[in-house]
């Protein structure tokens, strides 16, 4: 399980990155080479103190959540609109992700073809009506790791001690506990009572790496 370092808040925002993107892909290319281009600007500087104190918004918010012993990672992003998960293999290529959250109400549609609007909001027609309070600092935040007999990672994001989503190695998009039913963002999680609530998590827990940072 790993706790984010104090310091891993710090920004990192995808407007812009969409030099790689052809508005004439299907959406599903359109999203593969959406990761391609952020695992691109993800980069090893460590953050320091100062890093908060760079962000253009009071709303923007950038986590980064480290396992020792995979070297895979979890990046939490929040752009001002909407939040998302990055699950990052230990060359920082982007293996999976999910959408968390929208700020604000969701909208009706989303043009799925204009590149500008990347990473998208959800339509409203996935996302629950659950009361959801956006991601304010790192210290809100938990991973617990997992690895499977076939030696897939798993990692569960935890949020205020709730399990809030599941990001799996190779498989995308991950599920989000405010998706109403699967869709091209994120697929439903699905939770007894017992699992909802975060008590005694079991599997590998581990001390969180420092954040890092992409170049500004």
């Known amino acids: 399980m790993t706790r984010p370092d104090s310091r891993g808040e710090g920004r990192r ?24 281009c952020v695992s691109a600007k993800v ?25 020792e012993g995979t070297g895979y990672s979890v990046i939490i992003e929040d752009d001002g609109a909407k939040g998302y998960a990055y699950l990052l293999d230990s060359e920082g290529g982007i293996v999976s992700d999910v959408w968390l959250y929208n700020r604000g109400p969701a909208p009706e549609a989303v043009d799925w073809s204009d590149p500008s609007k990347l990473p998208f909001s959800n339509p409203a027609e996935f996302v629950s009506n ?8 790192a210290s809100e935040l938990l991973v617990q790791w997992q690895q499977s007999a076939d030696r897939l990672i798993e ?18 998009p991950g599920r989000s506990r405010l ?31 420092p954040s890092r ?3 500004q």
Not at 28 to 33: A, D, G, K, R, S
Not at 182 to 193: F, I
């Open 43 to 67: 980069s090893a500087h460590p953050c320091d103190g100062q890093e908060r104190s760079r962000l253009e918004k009071p709303e923007d918010f950038w986590a980064q959540l480290s396992d």
């Open 155 to 172: 990692a569960q994001l935890w949020v205020r001690g709730q399990l809030f989503a599941i990001l799996q190695q190779g498989v995308a």
């Open 13 to 36: 925002t995808l407007e812009g990155h969409t030099d790689c993107i052809d508005p004439n892909e299907s959406l599903p290319e359109m999203l593969v080479l959406l990761t391609k």
């Open 213 to 215: 940072l992409p170049p």
């Open 130 to 137: 659950v009361d959801f309070r956006p991601i304010a600092s």
């Open 179 to 209: 998706a109403a039913k699967d869709g091209p963002l994120a697929r439903v999680l699905e939770l007894s009572q017992s699992e909802s609530e975060l008590i005694q998590p079991s599997g590998r827990q581990r001390c969180g790496q």
